[in-house]
């Protein structure tokens, strides 16, 4: 079947405007996740949605920073008044596990470029 | 911090050599896994083990865990080129994978 997706590959706005980035998980997958990974950093952990239970957000950088997943399914990451330093490859997974211990299947990620 | 570390930070291999990868880290664990990350992109599992395991083998991975250590080592064998890539180990516990910052593995011809 498909993996996961996401959309768009690549962008480039401008400092101040808004963007959105959205992530289609693997059908059936209960357990959501997106990082951040700046260049030749490590993975940066910013949210986590798990079935219908209230999201772990904790590693949202600052209030600029929201997630919704509608329907279980596809999620999308806001980035309002976006920063220079918010430019960095933003990548979603997905996985089966309800612990948030199992496997996780990446997407291809969306490189955010801020100028 | 729960995070792996990943030692060393770059490793150059000839073709056909093995490479030893180490991971390191501080609380207890439910289990560690290892990913490859090709050109920055989306990352690739490649193997999971868990806390009451000690070794585990795919093809030509294999992956050692010592608890009482606070370590692990993933083991390329007969290296190729395709290998060049990162890996990270990501340990997981209090529900939660966290990820080490990876190691650039470059694997001459």
Not at chain 1, 79 to 100: F, K
Request: glycine share 10%; aromatic share 8%; hydrophobic share 30%.
């Amino acid at each position: 079947g498909a993996g996961v997706s996401q959309s768009p590959s690549n962008k480039v706005t401008e400092k101040g405007k808004d963007v959105e980035l959205r992530c289609d998980p693997i059908s059936g997958h209960t357990a959501l996740y997106w990082y951040r990974q700046s260049l030749g950093q490590g993975l940066e952990f910013l949210i986590y949605f798990q079935g219908n239970s209230a999201p772990d957000k904790s590693g949202l950088p600052s209030d600029r920073f929201s997630a919704e997943r509608t329907g279980g399914s596809v999620s999308t990451l806001t980035i309002q008044r976006t920063q220079q330093e918010d430019s960095a490859v933003y990548l979603c997974a997905s996985s089966l596990a309800l612990t948030g211990l199992g496997t996780q299947y990446f997407g291809p990620g969306t490189r955010l470029l801020v100028l | 911090s729960q995070q792996g570390e990943e030692d060393p930070q770059a490793l150059s291999i000839q073709e056909g050599e093995n490479a030893t990868m180490n991971c390191s880290y501080k609380t207890s664990i439910n289990n560690l896994q290892w990913y490859r990350q090709n050109s920055g992109r989306g990352l690739v599992h490649l193997i999971l083990i868990r806390s009451n395991e000690r070794e585990k083998h795919s093809g030509r991975l294999r992956v050692t865990l010592d608890t009482s250590k606070k370590s692990s080592s993933l083991l390329i064998t007969a290296s190729r080129a395709a290998d060049t890539a990162s890996y990270f180990c990501a340990t997981g516990a209090n529900s939660k994978l966290t990820f080490g910052k990876g190691i650039t593995l470059s694997v001459r011809p």
